[in-house]
Nanobody, 124 residues
Framework: QVQLVESGGGLVQPGGSLRLSCAAS????????MGWFRQAPGKEREAVAA????????TYADFVKGRFTISRDNAKSTLHLQMNSLKPEDTAVYYC?????????????????WGQGTQVTVSS
């Protein structure tokens, strides 16, 4: 079992930055590919970014490319999402995910573990 706890969400003005973190426990993080997803009110959950087990591969949704950066520190069992140039449409609950499969955390299908989410609100 892997427990995932997100932090770092909050209220930020358009154009601002936030850094989300996901603390993992219960297993060795390098066993898992990791990803970030988000869900806005009234919308389906969508994939934001994913990173392979030892960070060789990263993928991003088109709507965050050039603005968000996913990273991981397996020694500290943490996953991060640096979000810059935030827009109001980035407002959502952001979820951390872990899976043995990179495809799972890229698509959201058959993810093994989910965090509880952290709220990000971009508003002036």
């Amino acid at each position: 079992q892997v427990q995932l706890v997100e932090s770092g969400g909050g209220l930020v003005q358009p154009g601002g930055s936030l850094r989300l973190s996901c603390a993992a426990s219960g297993s060795t993080l390098s066993f898992y590919a990791m990803g970030w997803f988000r869900q806005a009110p009234g919308k389906e959950r969508e994939a934001v970014a994913a990173i392979s087990h030892i960070a060789i591969t990263t993928t991003y949704a088109d709507f965050v490319k050039g603005r968000f950066t996913i990273s991981r520190d397996n020694a500290k069992s943490t996953l991060h999402l640096q979000m810059n140039s935030l827009k109001p449409e980035d407002t959502a609950v952001y979820y951390c995910a872990a899976s043995r499969s990179l495809a799972a955390v890229t698509t959201g299908n058959e993810v093994d573990y989910w965090g509880q989410g952290t709220q990000v609100t971009v508003s002036s």
